[in-house]
């Protein structure tokens, strides 16, 4: 459900922010940050009256991401449209935690309604709770998606920014006597091309050098380009979703990363209400999971 809403007042914001300005300056900003869960969000709401989408953008995007069409809109395009507002919050010297490192470890979004590429949405975005996490502090930035002043969709994304906690180092209880996760049974087989990156940016406008090419991404700590955290969700999406689907909740936790190139198997399980599925790399039996997630069809 929506809410965690901050008390403050709203911005209006005339146009969407540029995102790659944003994210330069959420890198200054954020030396001299000392991230702790018990730390003041700004209760800023920002609002973006009227977001367009288009056809064009629409399709382009639904192209990369693997669904068979830009009508209804991909349930995660939503996502992409207040990315710079969600960014732009996280960017701010006020912001608690230093946006340079941020890792996005789980996402949860709720559709309504069908949405088309022709709707004109507002989009309010807010930074709703910190809480602490064993490996640093999490924070959770919602976006809310309203037409003709309806709620139509809404996504709670969880970002980690980690430091040095008092059980940093020690594994849970849980991670020591439990077995992993169940291996579901594998239903497609993908072959993820080393400009997968490349091509997200494109549609998405998110153009982080970890995703772009090897040149870039090595300096970041990676050996090569990974694939985007949200191209892997909105390719299980597509497979996961029936076009049309009148409400739906669909989640998942980002595990890995991928790194491009690569072959990464979808397995999905149906369940009472929806279905379980998850984003796989290596041999069978030994596989590592990349993302795990499920859509629920009963909200």
């Not at 382009?60 to 507002?85: D, K, M, Q, S």
């Not at 590429?117 to 490996?135: I, M, Q």
């Not at 590592?288 to 009963?298: A, M, N, Q, S």
Request: proline share 11%.
């Amino acid at each position: 459900m929506p809410g965690d809403a901050p008390g403050g007042a709203s911005t209006g914001l005339s146009r969407p922010p540029r995102l790659m300005p944003v994210l330069a300056k959420g890198v200054l900003t954020g030396f001299g940050k000392h991230p702790r869960p018990d730390a003041e969000l700004p209760p800023t709401r920002l609002v973006l009256p009227a977001a367009r989408i288009g056809l064009g953008r629409a399709a382009a995007y639904a192209r990369v991401c693997g669904y068979e069409a830009a009508a209804p809109l991909p349930v995660t395009y939503p996502h992409i449209l207040g990315f710079p507002l969600a960014a732009r919050l996280m960017s701010a010297r006020e912001f608690p935690l230093p946006m340079l490192g941020l890792v996005h470890t789980g996402i949860e979004i709720t559709q309504y309604t069908p949405l088309h590429p022709t709707d004109l949405l507002e989009l309010t975005v807010f930074a709703g709770a910190l809480r602490p996490h064993r490996r640093g502090t999490e924070v959770v930035m919602t976006t809310e998606a309203r037409r003709a002043d309806a709620l139509v969709w809404h996504d709670r994304s969880t970002y980690l920014a980690r430091h040095r906690t008092a059980g940093s180092g020690e594994p849970r209880r849980s991670d020591a006597l439990s077995p992993g996760p169940r291996e579901l049974p594998v239903r497609a087989r993908w072959r993820l091309p080393a400009d997968l990156g490349r091509r997200h940016a494109a549609v998405s406008g998110d153009y982080n050098p970890i995703h772009l090419h090897a040149l870039t991404a090595r300096p970041l700590g990676f050996p090569r380009a990974i694939a985007h955290g949200m191209w892997t969700f909105a390719r299980c999406a597509a497979e996961a979703v029936l076009p049309g689907t009148p409400t739906l909740r669909i989640s998942a936790e980002f595990r890995a990363p991928v790194l491009l190139p690569a072959t990464v198997s979808y397995a999905y399980e149906t369940t009472r209400n929806g279905g379980a599925f998850q984003l796989r790399g290596g041999p069978e039996g030994r596989s590592r999971i990349h993302l795990e997630g499920r859509v629920e069809t009963d909200v």
